[in-house]
């Protein structure tokens, strides 16, 4: 039994020592020496120190303990430099009691078996004094000996803070050293002042001009300067060798611990590694460095420690630049993000876009079906051959350069009238009117169909219309020459327009009415006849327009409600009554126009006695006081014959009839006209004149007695005086 423990014993200790662990201090060293932490591998006594070269003397001095490396006090212990900071003795030469010169204090370093090496990188074997060589010898592993000369020819030529050679002379030492002795030449002639010899920290010299003539040098320091030792695991050679050996003690064990070649001299020693800090001799004596705390990360980054390590990360928006070492915007990220959010918007817009096209392709048919298209579209399927256009707005937009101002030519409360282009070269009139009432609009394609049948030299054509918009638009033939109310009304001064002509013109224009009376069942009503609806074509024909302002004659009860239109002056009496628009209503109005033709006068003045301001009341009157020279025109009055004066005034007079019934019909009109243009004392010579008239009305003008006519080519529809009680009224409202 015992046997067997004594045996587990022995392979525990075995295995223990075979292992290799790591060698670790006792619990209870003592962990300081005055300030001075003992940190292992040093430590005090053999058992707290990794070996006997680490083991710390703590002295007792004047009751104040300090560590000591030998006979050098110990000022500091490097883990990761691996070095030592001790105060090394000052050598002085300088006068003995008998007045010889003769070399004082301890006078080097034997490092010889021990981990320690003079440091060559931090230390200066340095001379102060005047005529002096230094040496510095090494006779323990190697030969060495080297030296400066400090050397003073003028005393006041020494400065401050410089050692040069002049008062003190400094000099490098070689890689490796472990023992020193300093001396000094004796065949150089101090005896002025003080010599002093020391390697040293170089950092830590600073000459003063002071240390020559005194002995400040040795008593400021009291006769001791810092050293910097470099010590390292030396027996093993480099840590390949140290790792391999295993009957060694390797000292690097503890895990994040690393073996470092020793850079003076043989051997190693340990670090920890890279991300830990700490002490690489003890187990677990590598912790993991928070490099965090150091602020490692640039400038809007953000640290995160890791073990072993830490990584910064820019904040979002931002990323990291190797060049300005910084988080900077991140102009992808951003660029990104905008052209994202662009792109995200360009999609929205172009839904919005796709949707609005939609919508108003939506209201388009809409309204194309409100104003009876589909109805239209059928018809004129049915009824090849029809020369009726159904524009799109697009293509009337085109026509007008976008409804261009400039194109305009006439204007009024009923609408607009433009000049345009369609199919290229055809010249139209495009009628974009103000307002359409409800009922209308049902009926509208219906209509239009009908009036785009009208065929008749003496109507303007109508070509086409357009649905697709709230208030449909009218395209007609384009008439070029102005109207009758022109003709009639812009005389210039003294010209002389054929009386005969106008007949002509009121002939036709009779023709034309009469074949929209007669055209349909129930008849086509024109609803605003006057001379500024008769358009005269380049042959000065009449052409009857805005006939798409009539409608056809209501055959129902419940379309007699509806609103009349017309032009004071024109208007039937009856309308105050019956507000029913009749094709004597039409009759009436032509009245109006045989006045104009015989009298040259508007028919309603706007300044005047009141009794003379409207032409039918004027020329109505006269007939009854049967004084009809009074009212003729002065180029009618004796020129024509008096027959046809006399039955154009009794026609006058027959459709000024205040009751409608009594008037006569549009073909008992033409009829007469043509009758009585036999009885012109000229009646065939009218085209001499026209001539003449044509060259006179060449130019446009614009306002004529108080009317307002935008052009002369005829499209005004409406004068200043609307009919007030139906003000707003549409083109096609009844
Ligand atoms: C420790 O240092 C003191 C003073 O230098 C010396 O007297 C003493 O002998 C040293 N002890 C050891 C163990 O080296
Ligand atoms: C070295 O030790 C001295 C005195 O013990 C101390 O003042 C100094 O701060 C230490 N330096 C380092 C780098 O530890
Ligand atoms: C030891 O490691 C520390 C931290 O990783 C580093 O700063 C130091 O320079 C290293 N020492 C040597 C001699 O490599
Ligand atoms: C002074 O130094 C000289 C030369 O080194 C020496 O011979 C002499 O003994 C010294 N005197 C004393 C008192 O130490
Ligand atoms: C240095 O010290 C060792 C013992 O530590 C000794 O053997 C050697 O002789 C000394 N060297 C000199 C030059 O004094
Ligand atoms: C030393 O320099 C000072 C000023 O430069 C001069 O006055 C003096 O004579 C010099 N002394 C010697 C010994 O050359
Ligand atoms: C050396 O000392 C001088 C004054 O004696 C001072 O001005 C200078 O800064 C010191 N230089 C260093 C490196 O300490
Ligand atoms: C050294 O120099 C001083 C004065 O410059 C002189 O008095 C002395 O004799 C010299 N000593 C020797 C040994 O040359
Ligand atoms: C040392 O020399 C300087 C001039 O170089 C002088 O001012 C100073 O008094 C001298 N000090 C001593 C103790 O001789
Ligand atoms: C240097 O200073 C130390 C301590 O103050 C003293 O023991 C030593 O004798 C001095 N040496 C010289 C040469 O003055
Ligand atoms: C291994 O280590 C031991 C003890 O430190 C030493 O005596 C031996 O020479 C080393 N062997 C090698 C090959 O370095
Ligand atoms: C240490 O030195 C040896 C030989 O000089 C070399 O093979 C090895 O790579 C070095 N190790 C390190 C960690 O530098």
Known sequence: MRVILELVLILVLSTAQCGSTTKVPRSDCQKQCGHIDMEYPFGIGTD????????????????????????????????????????????????????????????????????????????????????????????????????????????????????????????????????????????????????????????????????????????????????????????????????????????????????????????????????????????????????????????????????????????????????????????????????????????????????????????????????????????????????????????????????????????????????????????????????????????????????????????????????????PMLVYEFIPNGTLFELIHRKNQGLQISFGTLLRIAHEAAEGLHFLHSYASPPILHGDVKTANILLDKNHMAKVSDFGASILAPSDKEQFVTMVQGTCGYLYPEYMQTCQLTDKSDVYSFGVIILEILTGEVPLKLVGPEMQRSLSSVFLSAMKENNLDSVLASHVKGQESMELIRGLAELAKQCLDMCGSNRPSMKEIADELGRLRKLSPHPWVQDDAEIEIESLLGGPSTTTNGFEIVTSTGYATEERENLPMNPGSSYYAR
């Open 48 to 471: 707290c120190s990794f070996n006997g070269g680490f083991d710390i003397n703590c002295t007792n001095q004047n009751g104040v303990f300090k560590p000591f490396i030998g006979d050098f006090e110990l000022l500091n212990i490097s883990l990761t430099q691996s070095t030592v900071r001790v105060l090394n003795f000052i050598t002085a030469y300088c006068y003995n009691s008998s007045g010889s010169m003769e070399v004082s204090g301890p006078r080097g370093f034997n490092g010889t078996n021990t981990p320690y090496r003079l440091s060559d990188v931090r230390n200066k074997f340095t001379v102060v004094g005047c005529n002096t060589l230094g040496y510095i010898v090494d006779d323990g592993n190697r030969r060495y000996q080297s030296g400066c000369v400090s050397t003073c020819r003028n005393l006041s030529d020494l400065v401050d803070g410089v050692c040069s050679g002049m008062g003190c002379c400094q000099t490098a030492i070689p890689n490796g050293m472990y023992y020193y002795r300093a001396g000094f030449d004796m065949g150089f002639n101090t005896s002025q002042t003080w010599s002093y010899a020391v390697l040293m920290e170089a950092s830590e010299f600073n000459f003063s001009t002071a240390y020559i003539n005194s002995t400040r040098f040795n008593d400021t320091n009291a006769g001791r300067v810092p050293m910097v030792v470099d010590w390292a695991f030396r027996g093993e050679g480099s840590c390949v060798t140290a790792e391999r050996n295993e009957t060694g003690d390797y000292a690097c064990l503890s895990s994040n611990s690393k073996c470092v070649n020793s850079t003076n001299g043989p051997g190693y020693f340990c670090n920890c590694s890279q991300g830990y800090e700490g002490n690489p001799y003890l187990p677990d004596g590598c912790r993991d460095t928070n490099e965090c705390n150091r602020h490692p990360c640039p400038s809007g980054g953000v640290c995160h420690n890791t073990i072993g390590g830490y990584y910064c990360s820019c904040r979002a928006g931002r990323k990291f630049s190797g060049e300005t070492n910084a988080c900077n915007p991140d102009i992808g990220l951003i660029i990104g993000v905008i052209a994202g959010f662009l792109a995200l918007m360009s999609i929205a817009f172009c839904r919005h876009m796709i949707i609005q096209r939609r919508k108003l392709n939506k209201i388009k048919q809409e309204y194309f079906r409100q104003h009876g298209g589909t109805l239209l579209f059928e018809r004129m399927k049915s009824e090849k051959g029809l020369a009726f256009t159904v524009f799109s707005e697009a293509e009337l937009i085109h026509a007008t350069n976008n409804f261009d101002k400039s194109r305009i030519i006439g204007q009024g409360g009923h609408g607009t009238v433009y000049k345009g282009m369609v199919k290229d070269d055809m010249q139209v009139a495009i009628k974009r009117c103000a307002l359409i009432d409800e009922r209308q609009k049902k009926e509208f394609g219906q209509e239009m169909l009908i009036l785009s049948q009208i065929n008749h030299k003496n109507i303007v054509k109508l070509l086409g219309c357009c649905l697709e918009v709230e208030v």
